[in-house]
């Protein structure tokens, strides 16, 4: 592939905007860390503390997702990943994590979420900036993995905006 280069790192970040839901709504489901499956139904089946305690720096969380193998044969595949907390900042609505060992093929992955407002008044509203720093993956290219990074974070804004709405009018 024409962008692969091991001695390089690729970088890349996608972002989604809430209009409906602000920061300090969304900032619960982010920093509880062992959950995060639940802000992307569909992308992660399963996602469970397996080591510390939740939104604690080091603790690690597994996530999975278990699909049926593309190659025809019906067999089931999962592709794992164990994420370790590296830091969270309430304050400013941001967390760092890093991929341990998975079976994605990432090799020295590091990734940060953000929540910044929209506009001078947190009530418009709230971005989602979801930013990356990785080994290059050999059959890869940047612009694969800036592409399910963007589908992974609109797919989790829809869904937060959705189940906010819901909350909100029950």
Request: a negative charge; charged letters at 25%; glycine letters at 8%.
């Amino acid at each position: 592939m024409a962008d692969y280069d091991a001695e390089k790192m690729w970088e890349g970040a996608v972002s989604a905007k809430l209009t409906s839901c602000r920061a300090d709504q969304i900032w619960p489901l982010l920093e509880d860390f062992f959950n995060f499956g639940k802000c992307l139904p569909g992308t992660i089946d399963t996602c469970y503390g397996i080591e510390g305690i939740s939104g604690q720096p080091g603790c690690i969380r597994y996530c999975a997702k278990t699909s049926i193998s593309d190659d025809g044969s019906g067999e089931m595949t999962t592709i794992w990943a164990n994420e370790k907390l590296l830091a969270i900042d309430p304050d400013r609505r941001c967390l760092s994590y890093s991929l341990q060992e998975n079976s994605i093929g990432f090799k020295s992955h590091m990734a940060t979420i953000k929540l910044l407002p929209l506009g001078s008044q947190e009530q418009e509203g709230c971005e989602v900036v979801w930013s990356f720093t990785l080994k290059p993956i050999e059959g890869q290219t940047i612009d694969h993995i800036v592409s399910l990074y963007d589908s992974c974070i609109q797919a989790m804004a829809k869904h937060i905006e959705d189940a906010l709405q819901v909350k909100s009018n029950e």
